[in-house]
C-alpha cells in the first residue's frame, strides 16, 4: 500500500528536477545584486538543489511521522556513494596526479598524427573516460573537467562548444566505465545479483562503449576544430598538458604517494571508513608539502556529496512506482525506458531497483543496465559523477551557470551514438 509520506517524497523529487533545470533563472537574479541577491544565489548552485529538498522532506516526514521515524530514515539510507565521491574528487584532483595525468596525456597525444591541442582534447575527451573502468568513474570525470577546464575553457565565450564536449564529456563517462564490474555506480549495484564479473562486461559491455566513446570524441573534436584552436591559443600551452609551467615539477616521490593514496581510495570503495582515514592522511601529507600542492577542492567535493546524499535520501522513497514501472516493460522498451528515466533519476537507483525485480531475463537485465549507462550524460543527475564534472566547469560558462536544457539537448546525439552501439545484436 502506498504511504502519504511516499507521494510527498516523489513530489519534492519531482520539484528538484524541475529545480535543476530552472538554475540559469536564479544565476541571473543573483547577479542582479538586489536585496535578496543571497537567495537567489543559493537557489542557483546545482549542487544545493537535492540537499535542500531533501531537508525540506525530512522535515515534513517529521511532522507527519515524528522525528524518531525520520532519524531511523536518514540511518537506514546508504551514504557510501556521496562519501566516496567527495574523497575521490579532493584525492584526484591534486596537482601531483594532474602532472600525472597530464604526462599521460601527451604521451598519448603524441602518438596521433594531428595538431597537438586537438590530439590533446581526442585523448581527454576519449582515453580518460574510458580510464574511469579502473580508477572509478568519479575520478576519471573530476581529471576530464580540470583538464577541459584548464586546457580549453578557460576563454570567454565559446558556449557553444562548451556545451558541445560537457554533453560529450558526460556520456562518454557514464558509458566508460562499463569495462569493469566495479568502477560504474549502475553496474555495482547489480554486479552480484546478476553474476557479471569483468570478463562479462568487457565482452558485453566493454567494447561496445569504447567504440561508442571513440566515435563521440573524433566527430566532437573534427566539428570543433576551430573553436579548440583558438581556445588553446588563448590559454597556456603547458595548461593544455595539465601541467604549469610557472612552478617546479611535482617530485617523483611525491607524486608516487599521491597514486597510492588514490589506488587506495579506489581500492577501499565500499568501506566509508577505510576511505576516510586515508583522506585524512592525504590531507596530512598534502599540508606537509604544500609547496607542491594546488588548493585541495575541499569544498567543491563536500557540495558535490551533499547533492548526491540528498539524491539518495530523496530517491530512497521513489520504488513504490519506479520498480513496478521497470518490472512491466520488454528488453528493447526497457532500454528506452531506463535511457529515459535516467535522465531524471540516478542510473545507479534505477539499476538497483531494477535487479529487485524477480524472474528477469539475461536479455532485460542487459537492456536495463545498458539503458541506464547509455542516458547517464543527459542532465547533472543521471550519473553520479555528474555534479562533479558541473562543480567544476560551470564557472566557465556564461552567467557560471550551466544551463540543464542545454546541456540536454548537446548530450543527445552522444547518447543516440551510444544507444546504436549498445542496440548491436550480441
Not at 521515524?69 to 562519501?83: G, I, K, Q, S
Not at 584526484?92 to 604521451?107: D, K, N
Not at 535522465?343 to 541506464?372: F, K, Q
Request: charged share 10%; with cysteine.
Amino acid at each position: 500500500m502506498i504511504q502519504p509520506i511516499e507521494i510527498v517524497a516523489t513530489a519534492l523529487f519531482a520539484v528538484a528536477v524541475l529545480h535543476t533545470f530552472s538554475v540559469p533563472v536564479f544565476a541571473r537574479l543573483a547577479h542582479r545584486n538586489g536585496a535578496h541577491a543571497g537567495l537567489w544565489h543559493l537557489l542557483s548552485e546545482v549542487e544545493a538543489v537535492f540537499g535542500v529538498w531533501a531537508f525540506v522532506l525530512i522535515v515534513i516526514m517529521a511532522a507527519m511521522q515524528g522525528s524518531q521515524a525520520a532519524v531511523h530514515y536518514m540511518d537506514t539510507r546508504n551514504f557510501t556513494e556521496p562519501l566516496f565521491v567527495f574523497v575521490i574528487m579532493v584525492v584526484a584532483s591534486s596537482r601531483p596526479i594532474l602532472e600525472l595525468v597530464g604526462m599521460v596525456v601527451r604521451a598519448l597525444a603524441r602518438l596521433l598524427p594531428v595538431r597537438r591541442e586537438l590530439a590533446t582534447f581526442f585523448v581527454v575527451m576519449s582515453v580518460v573516460p574510458l580510464g574511469g573502468s579502473f580508477i572509478t568513474e568519479p575520478a576519471a570525470m573530476t581529471l576530464a573537467a580540470l583538464l577541459l577546464r584548464d586546457g580549453y575553457f578557460r576563454v570567454h565565450g565559446h558556449a557553444g562548444f562548451k556545451y558541445l564536449a560537457l554533453g560529450v564529456l558526460f556520456v562518454n563517462v557514464s558509458i566508460g566505465g562499463v569495462l569493469t564490474s566495479y568502477a560504474a555506480p549502475p553496474v555495482l549495484m547489480v554486479a552480484s545479483t546478476f553474476g557479471w564479473d569483468t570478463a562479462f562486461m568487457a565482452s558485453h559491455f566493454g567494447w561496445r562503449a569504447a567504440v561508442a566513446v571513440g566515435i563521440n570524441a573524433a566527430v566532437l573534436t573534427v566539428i570543433c576544430r576551430q573553436a579548440l584552436l583558438a581556445s588553446s591559443q588563448g590559454s597556456r600551452a603547458s595548461a593544455v598538458a595539465g601541467v604549469d609551467s610557472a612552478r617546479a615539477p611535482v617530485p617523483a616521490l611525491v607524486i608516487a604517494v599521491h597514486l597510492l593514496f588514490l589506488i587506495g581510495v579506489v581500492l577501499t570503495a565500499h568501506h566509508p571508513a577505510v576511505f576516510l582515514g586515508l583522506m585524512m592522511m592525504f590531507i596530512g601529507f598534502s599540508e606537509a608539502y604544500k609547496r607542491h600542492q594546488n588548493r585541495l577542492l575541499i569544498k567543491e567535493g563536500l557540495m558535490v556529496g551533499f547533492f548526491l546524499a540528498g539524491l539518495v535520501v530523496l530517491g530512497g522513497l521513489q520504488k513504490w512506482w519506479l520498480q513496478d514501472l521497470l518490472g512491466g516493460l520488454q528488453p528493447t522498451v526497457l532500454f528506452w525506458g531506463a535511457t529515459a528515466l535516467t535522465a531524471i533519476t540516478d542510473n545507479a537507483a534505477l539499476t538497483y531497483l531494477g535487479s529487485l525485480v524477480e524472474g528477469s531475463s539475461p536479455a532485460w537485465r542487459y537492456m536495463l543496465v545498458a539503458g541506464a549507462v547509455t542516458g547517464g550524460g543527459l542532465t547533472v543527475i543521471a550519473n553520479a559523477p555528474n555534479p562533479a564534472g558541473f562543480a567544476l566547469l560551470k564557472n566557465t560558462f556564461p552567467d557560471g551557470s550551466i544551463s540543464s536544457g542545454k546541456l540536454f539537448l548537446a548530450a543527445l546525439v552522444p547518447t543516440l551514438v551510444a544507444a546504436g552501439m549498445f542496440l548491436l545484436p550480441v
